[in-house]
């Protein structure tokens, strides 16, 4: 290992991502058939649009439209008014029309920016059928199951701005959180509705141009094989520079039993895929106003989310990350906040969410607020002790006392709170909160 | 009754008059195509059965008053358009075994007015050719001369509606396919404004340039069925929201002050035949003396047309054909006919990279000169009248070895497709007892106005009665 360190010492990785993920939309790209495939008998979910009979045309889907622009403008992409479908052909048993409806040269976003890496474009196409090897009667064959076939798919392509696999790591952990937050997609791997394809290439360091080469990663289907598919790449280019040999321009799939990559396809047999304007669907044209529509759609995203939290619940960073990891636990914890009556304070709403493992499912907010009132164990605290403590409290936490002041029911919450830790839990919070209530008032007057 | 000479209008008021029923109407039809159809070649598929009890099904609801606006119409459909249940060609080989589990939405259309689809017609195969001579099955003859063609692609359609085996049939025209076989036939054939009519179901040649349209013997019948068939399809996402107006209104008004444009380019063509000349200068006379205001006008890009329709559209036809990619329906691709393979080869190499730019790119370019070519007409004309085609309906066999001529015979009608825009044909004359026809063509979504006119020649003429023997 060390060895190999000194080695890469000399050289630098340059990383650029491919990212499918297939919409949760209702219904597929071009037609009524139900986009949700997962796990249906083979051949259940189709029609004539999606199986490409002879005369069966697509119709665009809006949903999957706007998830697009949603998804391009939560990346800070710009959305040019205009775009256009086009068919991309190849031939493959599971393709259909024997072309691909996808986007060429104006894709729904372009020119985007996701924390430090560029994203270059994200456009929508459909969904391929998949092939079966199977045998049956002894005889190998491979069967086309078509239930696939034509289930939006967002590509999402990125300049080549990683130099690391954390980096690579820390993005897929983020797209994927906010393709969930934008409730478009589940994004899960290990079903296929997200699928990454790396480009990995290698330069040595102090090099300003990219290497002239790439080489491309096919068939990953999970976070890890994805860090193992680059480092396996990292560690074969490398040698191959080491021992003065140039690597080729190359697809290649990653092979998951061996943990390595194998060479699929050279740049001299890349495909000519022919595009050209899909005459089938009217080109798109957008009006400010209906982007700013969809704008709105979007919501607060993670990082805005765990900014709020912070400020108005006087959490710390470990909490509010945990808390805003996904939208429906972020949602819960406000919804819990947000029951007037209760005497509990956010940091413990948000302890019970993060270390007790609540089932989110089962138990509702205003359940979860019993449980922890019954949990805190009321014994009695001396006037005197308690009047002490509350001077201090209030002493402690002057800018709390101010926004409680201004209105602020969240502040008294926090302060409730600083009374409990005081007392180790011991406390009776809506004591606590009354006193604390009296003391503020009279300190007004 | 003299069945050869009954229209959709006439054929109605028999029905309404109980003077025959539905079944016995379409019987007659059914025996006629057994009767004459081996000497013509109009039909691939008869659907005998079907037909008599979609006929006993329009008998009972007329017997309870259902009033629909084709009730009980025999029509027969191009084999392009797909039939549910019934076998769908499109004239090739390699898909002769395949039976479409949905009907076109034009073919339900028309079924859902009433009218019954008495069988598949022949064609060149997925369209392409001008004469039906492609068709990967039989020749279809023309009806007035069975040496000759009888235009393309939509020939069975044409020989079919001419020779009195249906009331109406359904064409496809992406280049000329349903108003040269209408030239030929003597009928009035529509090629719709693009995205007129629904193009769900029927199957795609070059589908930027593919209307559906239909033959009948009169502008009549022609404006009843295209009252039916055309209008937006939430199945087919370039049928715009335009509302159908009653075609049938529109016809029986004068046309004095209308302004009909002439084409220099067209009538100074080298090549065109002296006696098609002639006939057209005489329609234009007639439309003259109806009142008419003829006027010379100028489509400047007309000699660029048939390059850049030729490079478009087989682009378009390599991407269509792509999906019969010899896994499914039974045949390998080396089951192409020969003009298939050349247009796959013409648009796979215009559309590859290295020649985009040079081929498809420019020509689209072009396509743009010539829409505009057209819109700066009808600044200044209200419809253009043309030859429909610069020759008479030429021997079987003639052009077949020759691809270039053969796509010549489409010059006057090509721009059109470019275009977008409507046009009919209409019967205008007979040389040595062969078929002359003319086209009038708008600006788009105009069709009532081409209805308007067209009625108005054929009642100040009588070439539209005049039928083969047969």
Known sequence: MAHKMAKNMKYETIIGLEVHVELATKSKMFCGCPADHFGKAPNTITCPVCLGLPGALPVPNKKAVESTIMLGLALECEIPLESKFDRKHYFYPDLPKGYQISQYDQPLAINGSFGNVRIRRVHLEEDTGKLQHATIEGEAVSLVDFNRSGVPLVEIVTEPDFRTLEEVDVFLKKLQQIIRYLGISNADMEKGSMRIEPSVSIRTLKTEELPLYRVEIKNINSFKFARKAIEYEIERQTEMLESGEQPKQQTRGFVESKGNTAAQRDKEEAHDYRYFPEPDIPPMRWKSSQLSAISRQIGELPDAKKGRFMKDYYLNDYDATLLTEARARAEYFEKAVSIQSSVVSPKAIANWIINKKIDLEKVTPAQLLDQILQSTQTTSVSDNELEKIIKQILSENEKAVEDYKSGKDQALMFLVGQGLKSLSQKGNASIIRERLINAIKSSAQ | ?470
């Open chain 2, 1 to 470: 009754m003299e069945i050869n000479s009954l229209t959709i209008q006439s054929a109605l008021d028999v029905l309404k008059k109980k003077e025959c029923s539905a079944r016995e109407l379409v019987a007659f039809y059914l025996d006629r195509i057994e009767k004459i159809d081996g000497k013509i070649n109009a039909f691939l598929t008869v659907d005998r059965e079907g037909a008599l009890q979609q006929a006993d099904e329009a008998d009972s609801m007329r017997a309870n008053d259902v009033t629909k606006p084709l009730l009980g119409m025999p029509i027969a459909c191009k084999d392009l358009f797909t039939t549910k249940g019934l076998r769908t060609t499109a004239g090739a080989k390699i898909i002769d075994n395949y039976v479409p589990p949905f009907d076109a939405s034009v073919v339900g259309r028309l079924k859902e007015a009433g009218a019954i689809i008495i069988g598949k017609t022949n064609e060149d195969a997925w369209g392409h050719g001008s004469s039906g001579e492609n068709s990967d099955f039989d020749v279809t003859k023309n009806p007035y001369d069975l040496t000759r063609v009888p235009g393309g692609s939509s020939s069975g359609s044409a020989a079919a509606v001419a020779a009195g085996m249906c009331l109406a049939a359904t064409g496809t025209d992406t280049g000329s396919s349903v108003r040269l076989p209408a030239a030929f036939c003597n009928l009035v054939g529509i090629k719709p404004t693009y995205g007129r009519v629904s193009r769900y179901g029927v199957i795609a040649m070059a589908s930027s340039f593919d209307t559906i349209g239909h033959m009948t013997k009169t502008v009549a019948d022609c404006a009843l069925v295209y009252e039916t068939t055309s209008g937006k399809d939430l199945f087919d996402g370039t049928t715009p929201d335009i509302d159908v107006p009653s075609y049938a209104k529109s016809l029986g008004k004068g046309i004095a002050g209308t302004r009909v444009g002439i084409p220099k380019e067209y009538l100074s063509l080298p090549g065109m035949a002296a006696e098609v000349k002639a006939a057209t200068q005489q329609a234009m006379k007639t439309l003259g003396l109806l009142g008419a205001d003829i006027i010379e006008i100028s489509l400047p890009h007309t000699e660029y047309a048939m390059a850049c329709y030729y490079i478009l559209v087989p682009s378009e036809v390599s991407s269509n054909l792509s999906r019969y990619d010899g896994i499914r329906y039974g045949h390998e691709r080396s089951a192409f006919g020969a003009e298939a393979k050349r247009r796959i080869v013409l648009g796979t190499f215009a559309l590859s990279a290295g020649y985009y730019d040079a081929y498809y790119k420019k020509a689209a370019k072009v396509r743009t000169l010539i829409k505009k070519d057209f819109d700066d007409a009808f600044g200044a004309v209200d419809v253009i009248m043309a030859p429909s085609s610069p020759a008479l309906p030429f021997r079987i066999g003639e052009k077949s070895e020759d691809p270039l001529a053969m796509y010549l015979s489409d010059i006057f009608m090509c721009p059109v497709n470019i275009a977008g825009v409507p046009a009919l044909n209409v019967p205008c004359g007979f040389v040595d007892g062969l078929p002359v026809g003319m086209q009038l063509i708008g600006p788009q979504f105009s069709e009532a106005r081409l209805f308007g006119v067209a009625s108005a020649y054929e009642a100040a003429t009588q070439w539209h009665t005049k039928w083969p023997k047969t």
